[in-house]
């Protein structure tokens, strides 16, 4: 096979094809094409392993997070702060707000989820989707509640709701009904996405892997099958 190099710096490269033979876990002889002998195969300092495989992997879901705004990388220290990012986040699909954004609650100062009332303010009453880093939440505003439709049938355990009835922002578990409210990313950001993804598992030596999303269908299969036929995934 064809080593895959992965320099100090990062950098990926195909070596030629070489063919090993192995005895009592070292590296015995190497060989060419054509079976001509060699005398190493890359750095004789360097180390050598398979190639590894990630068996449970939610790849369009690091898509997404690739292509978008990450906060757990550049985390806001208060409320404030992040209402303030959120304010300045541009319109994204269907005009809503920060749906590629990742909320993880345990960095604010307060400890705590923004509300719908915050985030109408931030937001100027524009659809708001604060999505939590595990994917298993979201924080929504006033107008993308409503663009969720009736929900008064779910239980507090998955919508919060203050002493009127109404939710105090937080969804859980709801993300497959949220995700189809907000629309699809562009193409081209998850191909961006699906991109930097696979360049970063390569750099951990991963070379194959099993995408085990739950929503998976025909047309994501597809989506994943032309990724790899352009060398994106």
Do not use: K, Y
């Not at 009592?24 to 005398?39: T, Y």
């Not at 009127?164 to 562009?186: D, H, K, M, N």
């Amino acid at each position: 096979g064809r080593p895959l190099g992965i320099e100090a710096d990062g950098s990926l490269g195909l070596g030629e094809a070489v063919c090993l033979e192995l005895a009592s876990g070292r590296i015995r002889s190497v060989s060419g094409a054509g079976g001509a002998p060699r005398d190493a195969c890359g750095d004789p300092d360097a180390v050598l392993s398979p190639g590894w495989i990630d068996s449970h992997l939610h790849l369009l879901a690091c898509a997404a997070n690739h292509a978008g705004t990450d906060l757990s990388h550049a985390p806001p220290c208060s409320i404030d702060e992040l209402l303030e990012r959120v304010a300045g986040e541009p319109d994204g699909s269907g005009g809503w707000v920060g749906a590629r954004l990742r909320l993880d609650e345990g960095r604010l100062a307060e400890r705590r989820h923004p509300t719908r009332a915050e985030l109408d303010q931030a937001a100027g009453g524009r659809p708001v989707r604060l999505r939590h880093a595990t994917r298993h939440a979201s924080v929504l505003s006033s107008a993308g509640w409503q663009a969720l439709g009736e929900l008064r049938d779910l239980p507090p355990r998955q919508v919060p709701r203050d002493s009127s009835g109404r939710p105090l922002g937080v969804a859980f578990e709801l993300e497959p009904r949220i995700s189809a409210a907000v629309g699809p990313l562009p193409a081209g950001v998850l191909a961006a996405g699906l991109e930097a993804v696979s360049t970063a598992l390569l750099e951990l030596g991963i070379v194959a892997l099993d995408e085990m999303s739950a929503a998976n269908d025909p047309g994501r299969v597809a989506l994943l099958a032309e990724a790899g036929a352009t060398g994106r995934g």
